[in-house]
């Protein structure tokens, strides 16, 4: 409860730089949100820009990155770490279901691309080393939410594959 209670609370810090979606018209959000990776949560700051494909429809360059802590295993061992960052390098596209005559817009938007971590540190060292590498992954984005106004709702799950974890 406390993490959907904190997911809500980041999800308001979202600032969307625009009059409307009109046709031909570039903006930038600038969002802010919380993550849950299994066993674990942190923060995340993405800037998307955007440009208005149609008054209905957008297409973006999202650049996302996230401080989290979660538990990692691998072979039967267990352990909390800390990822410094994780970033994610997306194409994205957003569909909104309005007429144009209200400020409301409810929206459904996917993306894809490119996902990195990086700086992980585990808090108790295992018998082999306290560092490693994490290779990079094929990213989706799938997101819902609306726009009323210049204030902009979003919930998204993000699609990431399992890293393997490389002793360093």
């Known amino acids: ?12 810090a979202v600032v969307q730089v625009s009059q409307a979606q009109e046709e031909g018209k570039f903006r930038v959000g600038l969002e802010g949100g919380y993550t849950m990776p299994s066993g674990g949560g942190g923060v995340l700051l993405a800037i998307e820009p955007k440009y208005n494909i149609a008054d209905n429809m957008n297409i973006g360059i999202r650049f996302e990155s996230a401080a989290m802590a979660k538990n990692v295993s691998q072979n039967g ?16 596209f957003d569909y909104y279901f309005h007429n144009g005559s209200s400020s409301f817009a409810p929206f459904f938007g996917a993306g894809a691309g490119y996902s990195t971590l990086a700086n992980i540190a585990f808090d108790e060292a295992g018998p082999e080393s306290d560092e490693a ?36």
């Open 1 to 12: 409860m406390k993490k959907i209670f904190f997911a809500f609370l980041l999800m308001l």
């Open 77 to 92: 061992l267990s352990l909390e770490a800390n990822i410094a960052a994780s970033g994610t390098y997306s194409g994205t």
């Open 133 to 168: 590498e994490l290779d990079g992954k094929f990213a989706g984005l799938l997101r819902t939410g609306f726009e009323a106004g210049k204030f902009r709702l979003t919930v998204s799950y993000s699609l990431v594959g399992k890293s393997e974890i490389e002793g360093a």
